[in-house]
């Protein structure tokens, strides 16, 4: 029994050769999940990523998208990743601020409010991240940044204190500390559950960028959307080291590279979807709002509580990587 198992092993490993030509070849299958729509700008950059690789590898690695949180939901997908059910995974950093305070610098409103700022903060950030994802067994392929996040709401807003008591959706826990403090209602919602959210009246209002407008069709639901432009939270691609070191050299350099290439479109796309989500939002009938200086002096003071609060938790190491961003 055992003796034929392993001829057949032996024909199939045979045939296998035979086809490919090659004796070498040892194909390798990874799955990638994410938590946002297949046509939203980090997926279609995943997707161009996963192909680069495939290219560059001639075929050795093959990654497996699974968009629109179809594989895991947005939240599990760190520890999915982590624990070899996906060898890699794309997930929102400040998601996992109540793991480690570290996650959430770049969801602290007004710390970093440009792009040119907001890489500043991941140079800052970067090797922080890379050693505590190293310490859980992953490792930061790339980063890159959500367009800047701003106030969808029903009715026009003088100033946060037209946020009392309004049903206010949060993608993480910094979003629901902003309803606290402004006094609005919180509920924790994913994007590919948002749209759903938004019909059933569960949300009045939210904060986010023009792109998740877009791929929720907020316009459908909510009229305003006053452009604050408080942060830029971050999606970043991990691979379970494991799984990474079991690749050879040359795949691992394949990898490497397409996640550097990924990276620099990424943050062009970013930009480039900034601009284009919020005509589309206009397009579909939203009044694109600059808030006004009591709005905005609202929000500041959120932002200087929030970080306050932050820098407390974060402790000695977090003050450091303020300091090198201020720097
Ligand atoms: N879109 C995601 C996170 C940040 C963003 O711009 C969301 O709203 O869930």
């Known amino acids: 029994m055992k003796l034929r198992r392993l001829t057949a092993h032996v024909l199939t490993s045979a045939a296998v050769s035979l086809t490919l030509g090659t004796t070498a070849f040892a194909q390798t299958k990874w799955d990638l999940p994410t938590a946002y729509p297949a046509t939203n700008f980090h997926t279609e950059n995943i997707a161009q990523f996963a192909d680069d690789v495939d290219k560059a590898t001639g075929g050795k690695l093959k990654i497996t998208v699974h968009a629109n949180a179809s594989l895991f939901k947005a939240p599990e997908i760190k520890r999915a990743v982590q624990s070899s059910q996906a060898q890699a995974g794309e997930i929102l950093l400040v998601n996992y601020q109540n793991e480690a305070p570290l996650f959430g610098a ?3 409103p007004f710390l970093a409010d440009s792009y040119d700022s907001s890489m500043k903060l991941y140079q800052a950030q970067k090797p922080l991240l890379q050693k505590k994802l190293g310490e859980q067994g992953m ?3 790339y980063a890159v940044a959500w367009p800047p996040q701003g106030i969808y ?3 026009s807003l003088a100033s946060a204190a037209d946020l009392k008591g309004v049903k206010w ?3 993480s826990p910094a979003t629901a500390r902003i309803a606290e403090l402004v006094g609005a209602q919180p509920v924790t919602i994913q994007a590919s559950e948002l749209s759903q959210a938004l019909a059933t009246g569960v949300v009045e209002s939210y904060m986010s960028s023009g792109s998740t407008g877009v791929d929720s069709k907020t ?6 959307f006053f452009d604050t432009q408080a942060w830029l939270p971050k999606n970043a691609v991990i691979v379970n080291k494991a799984a990474f070191e079991a690749l050879d050299p040359s795949t691992r350099q394949a990898v490497l590279k397409a996640a550097a290439d990924a990276e620099v479109r990424g943050w062009a796309a970013s930009r480039r979807v900034n601009a284009s989500s919020l005509e589309t939002l206009k397009a579909n009938g939203m ?4 808030p006004s200086p009591a709005l905005k002096a609202d929000m500041k003071k959120v932002g200087d509580t929030m970080l306050k609060e932050w820098l407390d938790k974060a402790g000695p190491e977090g003050q450091a990587m303020v300091d090198a961003y201020r720097k």
């Open 153 to 155: 709401a029903k009715k």
């Open 106 to 108: 770049d969801g602290l």
């Open 219 to 224: 316009y459908e639901h909510l009229k305003f």
């Open 287 to 290: 009044s694109i709002v600059a």
């Open 139 to 141: 490792s930061l392929l």
């Open 169 to 171: 959706r949060a993608y």
